[in-house]
């Protein structure tokens, strides 16, 4: 009876529910407020790309997988290769996820990843070029969410750097004007360094790291940093209002730079990656 009455309690009012535990220090699912998830990491899960990861952090499942093709570089950077990335999340991930054209959130979560590639300089482009204005890779980076239980950007970024750091390329050559393709000769991706992502949720005075799905729809406001290798920040981004002053961003900020050391350093041993 008094799990039901729990129960009762957390469906009419999830709100007061979680205050309960967060006046306490803690969280439904036993964490503290500052305590992320488990965090696993597999590189290489796709043996059809060139690169790939699967992401779980707590529930939230994310999969990457890199794929590179030859094509012509752009006109305005003709040493350069390019980077093209896409996010998706299937109905099958999350109950408030429909059928049809991608949401304003899944667009929204594109352009992130492709904003952390650009400003971050993860990949050298120029290590991407073949031939001067006439050949060079693209790389199509595609992120799948499996399972939507919150901080999906979290997720997704680090699958990304993961599969990017798995990212192995043939070795390419031209003979008589045309592309010749070594599968035998391979190399691996220049990475300069492997973005993170770490996003805070915002309920009322408390302050949450790595807010479940239920937690961030009872959040007023959602903080996500993008972080580099050596603790620099990339990026930030907001949903909702998190009403924050100077000083609680500053605390926030040096707080991320110390956990995106510890989630690079996870990173670096799953994909056996040095700078």
Known sequence: CRKMAELDYKILQPAQFLNKFLDEGIRPDERTLEASRSLTINAGAL???????????????VICGVKAELANPHLDNPDEGYVVCNMEMPPCCSPHVT?????????????????VVSRSNCVNLFDLCIVSGELCWVLYVDVV???ADGCVQDAAVMAMSAALADT????????????????QQRRHLSIQSLPVSITYGFLDKH?????TAEEEALCTGLLSFTLLSDGKMAGMSNRGQPF??????????????????????LL??????KK
Do not use: M, Y
């Open 268 to 273: 670096k041993t799953a994909t056996d990656w």
């Open 145 to 147: 969410c499996l399972c």
């Open 47 to 61: 043996t059809t790309a060139n690169g790939s990861a699967l992401i779980r952090l707590g529930d939230t499942v």
């Open 168 to 183: 192995v390329l043939p070795a390419v050559s031209v003979l008589d004007g045309k592309p010749v393709v070594t599968l």
């Open 99 to 115: 059928r049809g054209a991608p949401s304003f959130h899944t667009q929204a979560l594109s352009q992130t990843l492709q904003a």
């Open 207 to 211: 302050v949450l790291v790595d807010p």
């Open 244 to 265: 924050l002053s100077v000083e609680e961003i500053l605390r926030i900020t040096a707080q991320c730079q110390g956990r995106a050391v510890a989630l690079v350093e």
